[in-house]
């Protein structure tokens, strides 16, 4: 578990102007939050309660999370450091010491990694006849395979490099596999202790089954071992000492001057080919490599020992993935098929059925097929005269945009705002332009020094004599494949307060608009973040007025130090808060005086949640506020990125999210974790007699019966594993 953190005090009362002063220690640190988020994807991976190959998977999951974390936020700390940057974080900590504590979180995290690994996946496996192989294990006839195949299918594309004086060191790949290998000349008395490097082209497959059988057991080992075992067969006449795996995190943020960037375009492009030259802020390397290997790759990689981790086990766990992809189905999660039950499930009157009323989805569980229905039939609709869309994320074949361009090939008016910086998907996103471009699109990428994260699609049609419009807004993103493990809403509409404010946003995003007026949709970084404060803090009067309050906030994370202290206030006012927050949460919750009336929950299971809803009380009007969108709580969200939240307007989708969504998640004790004052994660109090109750698990087996109530055949394994969590265990 994440180090805890210490318990924060109550606000202190400055008598000069008699309001709160919060001590440092009210914060928690994002950093280390968001580690401790990575803990409780590992807490999955070590929890039998999942089918093995899905354990295997959420262990990738923890690799490729930490990949990212070193790449981003361990590099962004260290240029700080490098940079005699002085400022502290929101909790009182330099960057050298948040640095500090990181070091020590994730060698306590790795270690657990590890041992996951080798103490109870791969047993677990080989109970399942799946082994994994070391070298030191192979039969003869295994190793006779194993020496075939380095011949054939790896040594033709190896390329070893020799370092010495006429052999600069090498450019190494962020996150590519090395086999570094330490060499001896037999000839001579003295050991030379040479230094070779086989860079692995990433072609190759990182886990290699061996001897292929349709029967039997299924025997892997990793393309790492191979190449160590083999390595005297690239270096002929010479004695090998050793040879070990490694590889090179590289600092990995895209740093663009827009405002110098004459084409942001081109700029990008640039920038994508000096990520391989970024400097190194991580080294993993096999424990028992040599010092002398060692420290030659610490002074040329200019990395001290805290950013080195020696691994007993494979160097990149995220390769498991393909293990993980093995047909086995009896060791992964019954298969789910997302629903299509909506009244949207028609395409061909898709546009009828927005106009008769509005249509709220619940991804996974629902399809996304009217999504992409929804830009279908725009695209060849003869009354449609426009479509504009964002993309911020889509998939490598995705139908939205082909749609895009066969809408615009239609004649019709096509705008797509792409937004190029979308972390790791900046190459895609560069080529989905140029397609779009070159099928006649107006591509636009967004407004200077603002990601546009927004979720947006708006479809202008003529119908009489009249132009009407209809939008489709989102929490995530559009792309088919995530929609199939994300948890996310989307909404379709054709209300003109909200299809206005849509168009308003396109037109401030495609051409100018300093202070663009939204009446109904909250918008960053305009109108966002005045607004949610201005909403808590009418909570946190009516709670002094002695009227219902009440906050429930679900999203990915809570970091904006302002909105954090207009919770607390809203707290000690008496308006009970509940938050879900899946990832980093630099709130701390049940401390008296501050923050007593505030709860936290994550919930991390079989599907990432990503949906971000937001529902006020509101007394003093009519009905309570349910807001739904694409923006977290944190500052880049409210200041430096496009941001849309959305209200919802239906009634039976309005009941819904109050009566069933939001209790449902509340209710889950399988999937959650509750945030403590000291900043541990736990699972939530349960009487012995309490049932396990997993959202997932409900929303499926809801799913299922909207299916088989419209007289849809579901796959009946799946109903029988996902109804054992009864509908009925959700009260309203």
């Not at 936020?73 to 400022?87: M, P």
């Not at 959305?646 to 889950?668: G, M, Q, S, V």
């Not at 997993?694 to 007289?711: E, L, M, N």
């Amino acid at each position: 578990m994440a180090k805890r953190l210490s318990k924060p005090r109550a606000p202190k009362v400055s008598k000069k102007n008699q309001e709160p002063t919060l001590s440092r220690t009210a914060y928690f640190n994002r950093e280390l939050s968001w580690l401790a988020f990575n803990r409780r994807v590992l807490e999955q991976a070590q929890n039998d309660r999942h089918p093995l190959l899905e354990r295997v998977r959420f262990l990738a999951i923890v690799c490729s999370n930490l990949d990212e974390f070193f790449e981003i936020r361990v590099a962004g700390l260290i240029q700080q450091v490098d940079s005699g940057v002085t400022e502290s974080s929101m909790d009182g900590l330099s960057a050298r010491e948040q640095l500090r504590r990181i070091h020590s979180v994730v060698v306590s995290l790795v270690e657990d990694q590890f041992q996951c690994w080798q103490k109870q996946l791969v047993p677990a496996l080989a109970a399942e006849n799946i082994l994994i192989r070391s070298a030191k294990d192979l039969t003869p006839a295994e190793l006779t395979w194993v020496t075939t195949y380095f011949r054939e299918q790896v040594y033709p594309v190896l390329t070893p490099l020799a370092l010495d004086q006429s052999h600069p060191f090498p450019q190494l790949g962020n996150k590519t596999l090395n086999v570094a290998v330490s060499l001896d000349n037999p000839d001579t008395t003295e050991n030379e202790k040479l230094v070779a490097i086989i860079p692995v082209p990433r072609i190759l497959q990182r886990l290699v089954a061996i001897a292929p059988a349709k029967s039997g057991p299924q025997r892997y080992l990793f393309l790492s071992d191979i190449i160590k075992l083999c390595a005297g067969e690239l270096f002929s006449g010479y004695k090998i000492n050793g040879a070990y795996s490694f590889r090179v995190t590289r600092n990995s943020d895209l740093y663009i001057d827009e405002e110098e960037a004459e084409n942001l375009l081109m700029k990008i492009e640039e920038e994508l080919r000096n990520l391989r030259r970024g400097a190194a802020v991580r080294l993993e390397i096999d424990a028992e490599v040599h010092d002398h290997i060692f420290e030659t790759l610490c002074d040329h990689l200019e990395l001290s020992q805290e950013y080195v981790f020696r691994l007993k086990g494979p160097i990149n766990l995220l390769r498991l993935n393909s293990l993980a992809d093995l047909d086995r189905p009896d060791l992964k999660y019954p298969q789910f098929t997302p629903v299509n039950t909506s009244a949207l499930r028609d395409p061909s009157h898709i546009f009828n059925s927005i106009r008769r009323k509005d249509v709220v989805l619940h991804h996974p569980y629902d399809a996304f097929t009217p999504v992409i229905d929804f830009v279908e039939q725009a695209a060849r609709d003869p009354k449609v005269f426009a479509i504009k869309q964002t993309l911020y994320r889509t998939s490598g074949d995705s139908p939205i945009v082909q749609a895009l361009m066969e809408a615009s090939r239609n004649g019709k008016q096509v705008t797509a705002l792409i937004e190029l910086r979308a972390r790791f998907d900046e190459a895609n996103n560069i080529q989905w332009a140029r397609q779009l471009e070159e099928a006649g699109v107006h591509v636009v990428y967004g407004l200077l020094g603002h990601k546009t994260h927004c979720k947006l699609c708006l479809v202008v049609r003529l119908e009489g004599n009249r132009m009407r419009h209809y939008a489709h807004l989102g929490t995530g993103n559009y792309n088919p494949r995530t929609a199939r493990l994300y948890t996310d809403l989307s909404c379709f509409t054709c209300r003109t307060k909200i299809t206005s404010d849509v168009a308003n946003v396109f037109n401030t995003l495609t051409g100018f608009g300093r202070e663009p007026k939204f009446k109904h949709l909250l918008v960053a970084p305009f109108t966002l973040h005045k607004r949610i404060n201005q909403l808590i803090a009418r909570e946190a009067r009516n709670a002094a007025a002695g009227k219902p309050a009440k906050i429930i906030v679900k999203m990915n994370s809570l970091v904006d130090k302002v909105t954090i202290d207009s919770l607390y206030a809203a707290s000690q006012a008496g308006v009970k808060i509940n938050l879900i927050v899946r990832g980093i949460c630099c709130l701390v919750p049940g401390i008296k005086g501050l923050s007593e009336n505030i709860r936290v929950r994550s919930i991390v299971g079989r599907f990432l949640e990503h949906a971000r809803i937001f529902y006020f009380e509101n007394s003093t009007g009519k009905r309570p506020l349910i807001y739904a969108g694409s923006a977290d709580w944190m500052s880049r969200n409210f200041i430096r990125r496009i941001e849309v939240l959305f209200p919802i307007e239906d009634p039976d989708a309005r009941r819904w999210i109050i009566k069933e969504l939001l209790p449902t998640e509340r209710k889950d004790n399988e999937n959650t974790r509750v945030l403590h004052a000291n900043g541990a994660y736990l699972p939530p109090p349960r009487r012995s007699d309490e049932p396990s109750f997993s959202s997932h698990a409900y929303f499926i087996a809801s799913a299922y019966q909207r299916a088989v109530d419209h007289g849809q055949t579901v796959n009946t394994e799946s109903l029988a594993t996902s109804t054992a969590m009864n509908v009925d265990q959700v009260s309203p």
